[in-house]
């Protein structure tokens, strides 16, 4: 099942799945025991930075070779692709999805950037993703600029785009206080277009209502800086307390630390 045909049956049933990003092979591991351990697909996402770190062909290679490893089912998406380049580098790699994050461009040229990228996936079957609206990224102002449904609407009805993130309330990183979902008007942007809803900023977004927005159209929930953060956290406090220099030793209980988040993500949604 492609990835694609996923997300349309999470649509159509009510329900979502968890995308991850991993940043190395431990937090892939903790990803990857946490969907075996709750039986549950999942989206392994990799960003620019991640994949300038480990190297395009390290990181898919890395993914695919630890799904059926682990037996899960799994799709492997660029995350915020900033421009068609990398996008391109990405499927000629054998990504299953790519996000082309043009959202911080004038609506126009949001759409013709998204177009050009659904039809240069269409040639390798591959998943789309789309940003519309303000979903403030590290260090920029948390604002309340929401995605409109008739914006949303017009967006993906001219670009063809098989998911778009939504701003509804969240931000990327962690807030600073807690956010509030404007679930009214992601009802209203769900009744009006196909394409699969996706929530990012999902680090730090209560379970009640991570449940409410997957209950009203949010198919693809994103995670990333709470996998960082644990897995920072776990080590930091580990190596304050110990002598010991053998990574193999070290590292199994902050990949621990990392399942357990993500299980407990698994069973929010």
């Known amino acids: 099942m492609t ?12 329900k979502a799945i968890l995308a991850v990003n991993f940043y190395n092979f431990e937090t892939l591991k903790g990803l990857l025991m946490a969907a075996k351990e709750a ?3 999942l989206i392994l996402q990799l960003s ?13 290679d890395m993914a695919r070779v630890a799904l059926k490893q682990f037996d899960v089912q799994g799709w492997i998406h660029l995350d915020h692709g900033s421009n ?3 996008v391109r580098k990405c499927l000629d ?16 040229e949001n759409i013709r950037i998204t177009t050009e990228v659904v039809k240069l996936a269409a040639a390798y079957g591959a998943n789309v993703e789309a940003e519309l609206g303000y ?8 604002k309340p600029e929401f995605t409109q449904p008739a914006d949303a609407k017009h967006f993906v009805e001219a670009t063809g785009v ?21 679930i009214d008007l992601l009802k209203d942007i769900h009744a009006v277009t196909p394409a699969a809803l996706v ?32 897995f920072m956290k776990t080590l930091q406090q580990l190596l304050a307390n110990t002598d010991e220099i053998d990574l193999r030793k070290v590292f199994p209980k902050a990949i621990d630390a990392v399942t357990q988040l993500v299980v407990n993500k698994l069973n929010a949604i």
């Open 93 to 108: 790699a054998g990504f299953d999805s790519v996000m082309i994050d043009a959202s911080e461009q004038p609506f126009t």
């Open 84 to 86: 068609v380049e990398i």
């Open 39 to 41: 039986d549950s697909p």
């Open 48 to 60: 620019e930075s991640t994949l300038q770190y480990l190297g395009i062909p390290s990181a898919i």
């Open 162 to 182: 098989n998911a778009l993130a939504v701003a509804i309330g969240t931000a990327h990183g962690f807030y600073k206080s807690t956010p509030h979902l404007r």
């Open 3 to 14: 990835l694609t045909q996923y997300l349309q049956h999470c649509s159509a049933s009510g």
């Open 135 to 142: 979903i403030p990224k590290l260090g920029q102002d948390q």
């Open 199 to 230: 929530l990012h900023g999902g680090s730090g977004v209560p379970d009640d209502q991570l449940k409410q927005a997957v209950l009203n159209g949010i198919t693809k929930v994103n995670l990333a800086t709470e996998t960082k953060n644990i």
